[in-house]
Every structure is written in structure tokens, then in C-alpha cells.
């Protein structure tokens, strides 16, 4: 979920759900300190909790990045050992690094030294990579990188196959495989183990909370945002939430898009692609998207542009929407990410 799930996605993530713990994108642990830490970094208040997910495979770098991240006040740094990306694999992390989990190891004890107790180190995996699915590849890869400290992993149940398919396939194509997540945290109680990969209903949701200590959600929250208005009753025990409508989130929005071309010269359409999915299944949603991503206004102030979307859009109700429609980690049971 590179280049998605941004500050400006997460602004907007943030006004649907208090407490769901929000994730960057993937940020190599170079370009933070050789590209710009503040343009890495950056971020907005309302987003805590939120956590830093780097990509690199050196342990020196890695251990100042976690460090920057937790002087910009970051609550969690997780590695990511996951992604399959083409781009990913020339730089020999992500996916890649399940091939050398004394590696992973060294990176994670790298990052717990440079940012002592005060945020969790955690790391997101595969159950597996190519067609290697045997159980022992993936529980070695977690004995190895939990010696190093690690009480933390996000388990995407694919394998990642990292030649003949590209990032979309590898979310589809390898099978799904709930169990082995099942297995891990059968064999390594003490450690903290949450769910990832196709799963998009509360019941979903609920069924492995039966059985893990937390699931995130990645495309799913990204196409389907209103899905998050449930998420603090539903798993948070939280009912105090403000009222919301389609409408006070665009609206409120609006405003974040106001704010942020006083501040930062940020065009609204930067921000508008992250919320083009909060009308699914209401009439009118297709016409209100193509207003918000009309590229010809771009120079049209957004409250003119929300008005132009409005009057293709019937007002929706406040609620969640049905399964059909709408559709982590640690203390949180669920959160919402960069894959």
C-alpha cells in the first residue's frame, strides 16, 4: 500500500475511528535519513496511535530511523518483511528478508537498542515465500526474530512469491491460509500475534479474535473507509463516538484540505483520492467520485468542488453498511495499514 495510505489517508481514517492504531506507509529507512526526515516523518496529531513501518535490511539505518521515529513521537516501529514489490526486492527487503531471519534478528535488536522501552518494535511477515509452505519455514522465522526481542508480529497468511507474480497477484493468487496464523500462536502463546490478508466483516473480525490477539485491515479499510465508523463498538467496547455522517466527514475533510493549502501549498486533489471510496453502494457514489477526481478543477476551491459532488449525492444516513456493502496488533485488536 505504498503512495495510499499516507498522512492524508490517515487524517481521514482518524475521523472514523478513535482508537484503531493506523499505519504508514512503508518508508525505506534510507530515504528518511538521506531524502528528507521531516518529509518522511511528517505527520498529523490526530492520527495517534500511529506506527512507523520502515523497509530496509541494515541494521545501522534501521536503528536511526526507529530512533527518528520515535523522537517524532511515533507509538510503535515495525519492520516490514512482507511487501513482494519488484522494486522492494532490488533493494533486498521486505518479502526478501524472510530468507534470512538471523538478519531480521540483527535488525530488530539494532531498533529495540536505539529506541529502548519506549515504543514497541514489531514486525509484519508472510506465512511464507515462493512455494515453500512448509509450517517449520515460517515458525524458524519467528523463533529466530522473537530471540531478538521481538513480542510482536503482523502475519499476512500468503505466501509472497517473489518471481512470476506481480504485487496484485500476490495479494490473490497464493491461497489464504488462517491456520498456520492459528498454529503460530498455538506454539508461541507468550508472543503477541495478529491476522492479515482478505478479510473484510466484522464476523470475520470477531472469528479471529477468537483465536489471535489482533487483525489488521489493509485494502478493505482503503476501498470501503465507512466500515471504520463500527469499529470502535464493535472492538473497543467504545459507544461514546460522535455521530457521523458521510456529509460531516466530507466536510470535515474539506476543511483538513483548507488547512493543509494554507500550510503546505497541498493541493485538495492530493487528499480527495484517499476518500473517494466513502459513498460505495449509495446512489449517486460514482458521480460524486468522478467530481472529486475531475482533475480539471483543480484550481476550483474544494468547498465549490464538494458542492458540485453534493448535488449528484443524496444525503446517506449515519450507520455502517451492510457486509455486502462495506465491506491489529498488540493491545488494539485491529488496525488499519500499509500491507
Known amino acids: 500500500m505504498m503512495d495510499w495510505t499516507d498522512r492524508h ?3 481521514l481514517h482518524r475521523l472514523l475511528s478513535r482508537h484503531t492504531l493506523l499505519y504508514t506507509e ?3 529507512a534510507g530515504g528518511i535519513l538521506y531524502g528528507g526526515t521531516e518529509r518522511h516523518l511528517r505527520y498529523n496529531a490526530e492520527e495517534h496511535p500511529v506506527a512507523l513501518q520502515l523497509g530496509g535490511n541494515e ?3 534501521l536503528a536511526e530511523a526507529a530512533r527518528l521515529g520515535v ?3 511515533y507509538d510503535e516501529v515495525n519492520l516490514n518483511c512482507g511487501c513482494p514489490s519488484d522494486r522492494v526486492q532490488r533493494g533486498a527487503f521486505g518479502a526478501s528478508l524472510m530468507k534470512a531471519p538471523a538478519q ?3 535488525c530488530v535488536k539494532a531498533m529495540r537498542d536505539a529506541v529502548g522501552d519506549a515504543v514497541p518494535v514489531t514486525v509484519k ?5 515462493d512455494q515453500v509452505e512448509e509450517y517449520a519455514f515460517v515458525r524458524d522465522f519467528v523463533g529466530t526474530v522473537a530471540e531478538a526481542g521481538c513480542r510482536v508480529f503482523i502475519v499476512h497468511a500468503r505466501n509472497a512469491w517473489l518471481q512470476g507474480l506481480s504485487p496484485k497477484e500476490n495479494r490473490e493468487i497464493p491461497p489464504l491460509r488462517y491456520e498456520v496464523v492459528h498454529r503460530l500462536k498455538a506454539e508461541f502463546p507468550q508472543l503477541t500475534i495478529a491476522i492479515n490478508g482478505g478479510i473484510r466483516t466484522d464476523a470475520v473480525v470477531h472469528e479471529q479474535l477468537a483465536q489471535l490477539d489482533g487483525v489488521m485491515i489493509g485494502r478493505e479499510a482503503y476501498h470501503n473507509p465507512w466500515w471504520l465508523t ?3 463498538a464493535a472492538f473497543f467496547g467504545d459507544t461514546r463516538g460522535p455521530d457521523l455522517t458521510r456529509e460531516s466527514v466530507e466536510e470535515a475533510m474539506v476543511a483538513y484540505m483548507e488547512r493543509e493549502a494554507a500550510a503546505h501549498g497541498t493541493g485538495w486533489y492530493a487528499i480527495a483520492r484517499h476518500m473517494l471510496g466513502l459513498r460505495n453502494g449509495l446512489p449517486g457514489a460514482r458521480r460524486w467520485r468522478q467530481v472529486w477526481s475531475d482533475h480539471r478543477l483543480k484550481d476550483t476551491p474544494p468547498r465549490e468542488v464538494m458542492a458540485l459532488a453534493r448535488a449528484h449525492a443524496p444525503a446517506a444516513d449515519a450507520g455502517t453498511d451492510a457486509d455486502s456493502d462495506v465491506g491489529r496488533a498488540g493491545t488494539p485488536p485491529i488496525a488499519a495499514t500499509a500491507a
Open 9 to 11: 489517508c490517515r487524517y
Open 26 to 28: 512503508m518508508v525505506n
Open 59 to 61: 541494521p545501522d539505518k
Open 71 to 73: 523522537q517524532w513521537g
Open 104 to 106: 531480521v534478528a540483527d
Open 125 to 129: 511477515h508472510r506465512i511464507g515465500i
Open 230 to 232: 463500527g469499529w470502535d
